[in-house]
């Protein structure tokens, strides 16, 4: 939710999910530095990336800082070669 004021609307985040060697899923949220999270399967991986994103959003809400939205953000997949 963004708050405006006093009032909450609905945004969007991008998230990203990096299956790991030992198991789970590691969840990373572009839009929001640092808002890191893990799940043990897919479905356990979002539901932990809502509370995070939940929790960070209060935070920034807390300290009066600007809540950021995806909009406005484009997204492409770059190629390169590379020996991996």
Known sequence: MNY???RMRSVSYRILLRKEPEGGY???VPSLPGCITYGGTVEEAI???KEAIEAYLESLRQHGDEIPTEEG????TLMVEAYA
Do not use: D, P, Q
């Open 73 to 76: 953000t484009l997204e492409y």
């Open 26 to 28: 590691t969840v990373v």
């Open 4 to 6: 405006i004021g006093n």
């Open 47 to 49: 539901r932990m990336a």
